[in-house]
Structures are given as structure tokens and as C-alpha cells.
């Protein structure tokens, strides 16, 4: 008679030698997949505000409103500006106190379209991939493409000129904002424009650092 073999299905109920119980293999994916849930809520949490805080530090975070910067300079001619009215104010995501944290724009014309003055702000975040500086940087590149820009030194970190029809553009970075300002008008040479279009920008820049002390 022979005897039943160890390890035959009829030896006994009982999990297959060398392999996991179903429990066990339950455990091991709930634990895998908890993991890997971490492992992409970690890299998404980096990739989307670690990594851009990383590269935004020491960077501006809020822009002034566009509207205060007529009122502050007081190099334009006070019998212009009296006579200047507002034809666009934009800004969007305020944060209080006259602050914007990203865009604000404002343009002012007087003399039935005669004279126009434009003032904008424009902030670039960072990035998980490059600093808003790099980005304000390369948006100043573009401005110049296709001009002849005048370089304009004593202008935050970058400055250029602009002479345009009947008026003249003064384009300024400082770290990672953009500052636009524009002067039009009749007038005998594009020096004369220029001399009311860089006050409008020296206030915007002090304007701005305030805004982020």
C-alpha cells in the first residue's frame, strides 16, 4: 500500500508552500499603492510650490496700482496733468492697500486724444523651471525685437527707449517686473517726449518698491 506523499492536495488544506496568503498579498498592494500615493503627491506639492518659492526668493510678490503713479510724479506739467482724465485702469487679483499682485495697467489722455500717458506694471512668477527674472528678462527681449531700442542707464536692473509716432516708450525690468510708460504728444523731438516718459518711470519704480517693502 503506498503511502500519500507530503505536500499532495490531500494532505491538507493550507496556502502553497513559498507563496504569500491572499491577506498578505492584499497588504503588500495596499501598502505599495499608499506609497506611491505619497511619492506623487510629494512631487506634485515640489514641482508646484516648493520649486517655485525656491526660485521667486527675493523677488517682487505685488505691483502698485498703475493710477497712483500720475499722482505721485510731480515732473509732469501740472497744466497737463490737471487736464489729463482717465480712460483705462485694469488690475486684477488685488491684495489691498492700492496693490495688485500681478498686472495694472492705466492710461490717461487729455486735449481730445492730443496727449496720452500710459503706465502699466506686468509681474512674472516663478516657475518649478526658472525664476520670474528670468522670465521678466526674457519679455523684455521680445519688447525689443524688431525696434531700435536706446539703451537708458539709472532704470532698475534694464532699460530701453522706444521713439514711437508722436510719442516715446520707456521699457524697465527690475528683478522680475516689468515697467511700461509712454508719453504722447505734439512736440518738436523725441527728447522732449522722453523728458516726461522717464520721470512717469523713476516714479513707477520707486512706487514699486514700496509696494513690496
Known sequence: MVEPAAGRADAGPGAEPGRPSRRRRW?????????LAVLIVGASL????????????????????????????ESLDRRI???????????????????YTHTSDAMWSA?????????????HEATA?????DAAAEDMDKMRSGETPQPIGGLGDEAFGIPVTSGYEIHVRDRNVTVHTSFSAPADSFE???????????TALALLKQANR
Open 81 to 99: 496733468a490737471s487736464k489729463l482724465e482717465v480712460q483705462r485702469d485694469t488690475g486684477w487679483i488685488r491684495t489691498g492697500g492700492g496693490h
Open 129 to 133: 523651471l526658472k525664476t520670474g527674472t
Open 46 to 73: 515640489a514641482w508646484t510650490v516648493v520649486l517655485p518659492n525656491v526660485n521667486g526668493r527675493g523677488e517682487h510678490t505685488r505691483v502698485p496700482h498703475a493710477l497712483s503713479v500720475l499722482d505721485a510724479n
Open 192 to 202: 522732449d517726449l522722453k523728458a516726461n516718459a522717464r520721470p512717469m518711470a523713476e
Open 111 to 123: 486735449f481730445t486724444g492730443r496727449i496720452q500717458v500710459n503706465v502699466s506694471f506686468h509681474r
Open 27 to 35: 497588504a503588500i498592494l495596499i501598502a505599495g499603492g499608499a506609497f
